[in-house]
């Protein structure tokens, strides 16, 4: 049946027509959808795990047990789970275990751009690369017939424009390979003589992939009728490509970039005048080229930053710009702000009006950055946020252990957050945690994790306990705070700054856009009170704005949080039910 | 069929359901026997920042996204938007917009300008079609509406019989909402400016 459908989707449904059973994963724009989509079969179990680490160890284990296994990612996310993929390509593996990841050109939504591609090259597994929803669902069932086949691990992946488009797909019938015994096999133990035969085996490996690289319709020309150029390119590019050139020119479409063929390249290259090889970030098809001695234009002509697109690669090749027109006055910007609502801005406006200095992690709150709270000073990865301030407070003393703080959401605490709170207590500076606690996973959309009490179905789970956690690594100051009251945030804020030994502040109140979150009326403004000094626009709501000199509320947008009332001095915003105390 | 690939944009703030509006337009399109492809955008933009769809099709569409100078028509949720995608306009484009204004965080902050009279601006430019969807959204009983508003409007300038539009919401939407959403729809399709 004819679906259109989201490459992410279009991976889930390779799952399930693979007869996968496990997926394991950790949310990631772009990766996110594929898991949630996933669970929407009954037969394959998918859990989301605290990271990326544990959810490839965990599928490798799944597949260990003989049954078809799967882990979900965004390309930071790889670098998580690093760690087993390159012991896991030595051990190998018999029954399928792929691993998506997703890599963001263009950085949508993600603090670097990294590629990919590297990974596959460095760990020596292969890697596919579709370039629409059908080879999202094709290449994933293909990923797990080649793991078997070849016993490694393959990685698909995914770039944004992939994973968030959506094309046609011509579904099949689900088929579950039989469950495979499990047979003890010491050659597992990656001791050191062990991986020693391990890494002969993972090079003959590579050499017969290569063979296979040779022949597979994975990797295949598309013929054209001007032998004056030909192209070279995988994945989103090839669409661009084919957009601008359609059946013009010979190319060489890339779908599977590790290890790439060496015979099919020379042919291809032979065949044409000028050879161009056109892919995002990083030149791994140019330098395959030049190792082999085939002279090529790539990064010569297309930049290694951003995303492209069809008018992109016309206009480095020379081509004619398409006409267009704009409005003479200057657009402002619309960058994405913290909600109306939102539990995270009463505590950065506290942060704010402290003067901390803020080490930031990963999730909305990093909006906190932004105009007029400006309440982050950096951030860099997740977890970051606990042990970068624990080695700047050891370099700066204790001027600044009392100024500074590291905000993380719950989430990200127990992604990686944990290591570096064990970092500060063990190794003893007077650090102060926040964290954010807004009972859900928010940026990526609203993902269960281990501190909300729900698995990935939603169905009740063991909840871990943040304040029993906190306290059992040796904190011995941990409380409490309802980010809404703004009194009870800035003392909890200047006493935890204030002390001589680690503390944790855990900020708690649900995400304002939770479904079981119940609002408030919204806040009205008493315009004879209002004296349009926008105090109440410190905050950085969307739902305020200040017109003709008076505060407005949109009440659309308003959850009645409550937090712009508390920052009016002359009572003019003020709750509809009276409870004005 | 053998037609040109057609080019349409759907643009507004995130949050504003501009994913409904991209499902639907692609479920009708997909039953017309085109093919198609829809561009979305998730993650961050979402939290009330400036969102972009693409939706393309024809007998064969290649690019999942459109270029400057290259939509046919733009749908836009909120009227800045319409303006900042303009330059994505064909010449001889047209460009259908909601007249809502929601103002970016730099311009509630008082860094940046709302720029004034933007629908005079725009149809210097442009063929355009404004309306207040938020107004017949909340005639049709949901202000959350306005996408499907929106849809109606835009099914005027295909030649597609209004059956095959409905149908469609009834395989998008909920079916507690169809009613709701198939009035938005008329308001939208039938409504006539002042």
């Known amino acids: 049946m004819k679906q259109l459908m989201l490459g992410n989707k279009a991976v889930a449904r390779g799952f399930y027509e693979a007869g996968c059973c496990i997926v394991s994963s950790y949310p990631g724009t772009p990766s996110t959808e594929i898991t949630e989509e996933a669970v929407k079969y009954d037969e394959i179990y998918c859990e989301w795990a605290p990271n990326e680490k544990v959810a490839l160890e965990a599928a490798h284990g799944a597949s260990l047990g003989g049954r078809r296994a799967a882990c979900c990612m965004k390309h930071v996310g790889l670098n998580v789970a690093a760690d087993p993929l390159f012991s896991i390509s030595y051990i190998g593996t018999d029954t399928g275990l792929v691993l998506l990841v997703a890599d963001d050109p263009g950085m949508h939504s993600s603090q670097n751009e990294q590629d990919s591609r590297h990974y596959a090259i460095a760990a020596k597994v292969p890697m596919l690369e579709p370039a629409d929803s059908q080879e999202a669902c094709d290449f994933t069932k293909q990923a797990f017939a080649l793991s078997e086949q070849f016993h490694t691990p393959v990685i698909v992946r995914m770039v944004m424009r992939i994973c968030h488009s959506q094309s046609v797909v011509d579904t099949c019938e689900r088929v579950v390979p039989p469950q495979r015994e499990y047979v003890k096999d010491q050659s597992r133990v990656m001791l050191p003589a062990q991986a020693r035969k391990a890494h002969i085996r993972v090079e003959q490996r590579t050499k017969d992939l290569i063979d296979f690289a040779e022949t597979s319709p994975l990797n295949r020309v598309d013929e054209g009728r001007d032998h004056s150029m030909g192209f070279i390119t995988s994945s989103t590019c090839y669409q661009y490509v084919k957009e601008l050139f359609g059946d013009t020119y010979p190319v060489l479409k890339i779908g599977m970039c590790n290890p790439l063929p060496v015979k099919k390249f020379q042919d291809f290259a032979a065949s044409v005048h000028r050879v161009i090889v056109v892919e995002e970030l990083d030149p791994i098809l140019e330098n395959h080229c030049r190792m082999l001695g085939i002279p090529v234009e790539g990064k010569s002509l297309f930049p290694m930053v951003g995303e492209f697109s069809q008018s992109l690669i016309a206009s480095c090749l020379g081509m004619d710009a398409k006409t267009t027109q704009a409005i003479a006055d200057p657009i402002p910007p619309r960058p994405p702000v913290m909600c109306a609502g939102c539990p995270h801005r009463g505590l950065f406006y506290t942060l704010k009006k402290n003067n901390c200095m803020v080490y930031g992690d990963i999730g909305c709150y990093t909006l906190g950055s932004f105009a007029p709270l400006n309440a982050m000073d950096l951030n860099v990865c997740m977890g970051a946020s606990l042990s970068g301030m624990h080695g700047f407070n050891k370099a700066r003393g204790p001027e600044y252990e009392h100024k500074t703080v590291g905000v993380i959401g719950d989430s990200t605490f127990v992604h990686s957050g944990m290591t570096g709170l064990a970092d500060i207590v063990y190794n003893n500076s007077a650090s102060t945690v926040i964290i954010l606690d807004n009972s859900i996973t928010g940026m990526t959309g609203h993902q269960q994790n281990p501190t909300t009490g729900y698995n990935i179905k939603g169905d009740p789970a063991a909840k871990i306990d943040l304040e029993a956690l906190c306290r059992a690594m040796g904190v011995r100051r941990v409380r409490v705070v309802d980010p809404y009251d703004l009194k009870a945030t800035d003392e909890a804020v200047k006493e935890e700054l204030a002390a001589d030994e680690p503390s944790v502040i855990i900020s708690r109140r649900p995400c304002a856009l939770l479904k079981n979150v119940r609002h408030q009326s919204p806040v009205q403004v008493d315009t004879d009170k209002c004296v349009g000094c926008k105090a109440c626009m410190q905050i950085g709501c969307p739902a305020i704005a200040v017109r003709d000199k008076k505060a407005r509320v949109d009440t659309t947008l308003c959850v009645g949080c409550d937090v712009c009332r508390q920052m009016c001095r002359f009572g003019a915003l003020v709750r509809p039910d009276g409870r004005n105390a | ?194």
């Open chain 2, 1 to 194: 069929m053998n037609q040109p690939v057609r080019n349409i944009m759907i643009v507004g703030v995130g949050g504003q359901g501009s994913l409904l509006a991209s499902k639907l337009l692609g479920h009708l399109l997909l039953n017309k026997g085109f093919d198609v492809k829809v561009s979305e955008v998730h993650g961050m933009s979402q939290r009330g920042g400036s969102v972009v769809t693409y939706v393309r099709f024809g007998e064969k569409v290649y690019s999942p996204i459109i270029d400057q100078g290259e939509a046919d028509l733009i749908v836009s949720f909120e009227l800045l938007e319409a303006a900042r995608w303009l330059p994505y306009l064909k010449e001889g484009g047209q460009i259908v917009t909601n007249t809502q204004m929601i103002d970016p965080m730099p311009v509630i902050t008082g860094a940046a300008q709302y720029p004034e009279h933007l629908e005079e601006k725009i149809a210097e430019k442009a063929r355009l079609d404004a309306l207040d969807c938020l107004e017949l959204a909340r005639q049709a009983g949901s202000a959350k509406a306005v996408n499907i508003v929106l849809m109606g409007r835009l099914s005027r300038y295909f030649d597609f019989p209004e059956e095959d539009w409905l149908e469609s919401i009834e395989a998008c939407v909920p079916a507690r909402f169809v009613d709701l959403n198939k009035t938005a729809f008329s308001l939208g399709r039938n409504h006539t400016p002042a």
